[in-house]
């Protein structure tokens, strides 16, 4: 056997062993998350939606030395609450008092099995919960789906928002204008097809540029452990609702009515955008362009201040920690 074939054989052999070990050490999930530690204390509150009690949850991170100020961090799509383990800590130490939701559909909150998804809705259950913990005035950081919703919740609530802060926003364009619509049964089925290999590879291309790091893995095994648990068609069919929100819903047009000063962090190698699959070349190459759509929008938000980061893409607060948390915290003084 020559040395190449040799190498190859060890190849594949490590590669299968490693997709088996993998698939083997998944713990599976309920829709819920049961059994599934967060880096805080979760709480609940139940919210009237739709004729629906549903449960809500949320950290509530206390600090030791309090500043008086509030910081409210907003999940994107592909995650929950806990993603902010890091920023949560450090906004803390800092005085922070820090309030990290789960929106209805996501993490540990409720998956009804009926629901109309709407960013007002979603607004509307994060007012409640701030209105329950008796928090007036807080800033808001979104992340990716969570800059949309925070986007949304500064326009409808522009009393209570101190702070926006925006990191890697999806919304930043309007992909309806050139991707063809995809019903929600169609991202139904795609989502049902999800595992660990095909999540951890889309987040190795889309988000980290093909370099894996094991600060990365915890991520990715979390998503996964819904696709192996008994009520994953749950979790699949809320997350097929809100990519159709996403989708039909944009904030595109709306930016120019923020009056809250305005932080965008920006990953400048961040190319995100929906539907890029179901277009040409030709058209995926204009969308996702996240040097330019940062430059646009910071330009059409009144009071906008923008922080690229170079050589990062769509997570900031996990690929590239130091280059997001210091913008952040001298933005929040």
Not at 91 to 97: A, M, N, Q
Not at 125 to 149: F, I, Y
Not at 234 to 251: C, E, G, H, K, S
Request: hydrophobic share 40%; with cysteine.
């Amino acid at each position: 056997m020559t040395r190449r074939l040799i190498f190859v054989t060890c190849f594949l052999a490590f590669s299968l062993l490693h997709s088996y070990t993998n698939a083997q050490t998944i713990t599976p999930y309920d829709a819920e998350l049961a059994g599934y530690e967060y880096p805080y204390p979760v709480h609940y509150i139940t919210v009237k939606v739709q004729g629906q009690s549903l449960s809500m949850a949320y950290m509530d991170v206390q600090p030791l030395k309090p500043n008086g100020k509030v910081v409210m961090l907003l999940h994107g799509k592909n995650f929950c609450g806990a993603y902010w383990d890091s920023t949560a800590a450090d906004l803390s130490d800092h005085g922070y008092r820090v309030i990290i939701p789960d929106q209805i559909g996501f993490g540990k909150s409720a998956k009804p099995q009926q629901l109309q998804y709407s960013f007002q809705l979603l607004a509307q259950n994060t007012k409640a919960l701030l209105d329950t913990l008796k928090v007036s005035k807080t800033a808001v950081l979104g992340h990716s789906m969570g800059g949309m919703l925070a986007t949304r919740f500064t326009l409808m609530y522009p009393e209570t928002v101190e702070k926006l802060i925006l990191e890697n926003p999806i919304g930043l364009e309007d992909w309806k204008i050139k991707v063809p619509y995809q019903s929600v049964d169609k991202w139904y089925e795609g989502e049902l097809k999800q595992d660990y290999e095909k999540i951890k590879q889309y987040q190795l291309t889309n988000y980290y540029a093909g370099e894996w790091k094991p600060s990365y893995e915890k991520w990715a095994v979390l998503q996964a452990g819904w696709t192996k648990g008994a009520e994953y068609a749950r979790v699949a069919w809320n997350a097929a609702l809100t990519y159709d929100m996403i989708f039909t819903q944009p904030v595109f047009y709306e930016f120019e009515n923020i009056q809250a000063p305005t932080l965008l962090i920006i990953g400048q190698r961040d190319r995100t955008a929906l539907g890029k699959a179901n277009v040409p070349d030709s058209v995926k190459q204009t969308m996702g362009n996240y040097p330019e759509l940062g430059q646009n929008i910071s330009k059409r938000i009144p009071h906008a201040k923008l922080i690229p980061i170079q050589g990062v893409g769509h997570l900031p607060h996990i690929e590239a920690y130091p280059y997001f948390i210091r913008p952040l915290l001298e933005f929040l003084q």
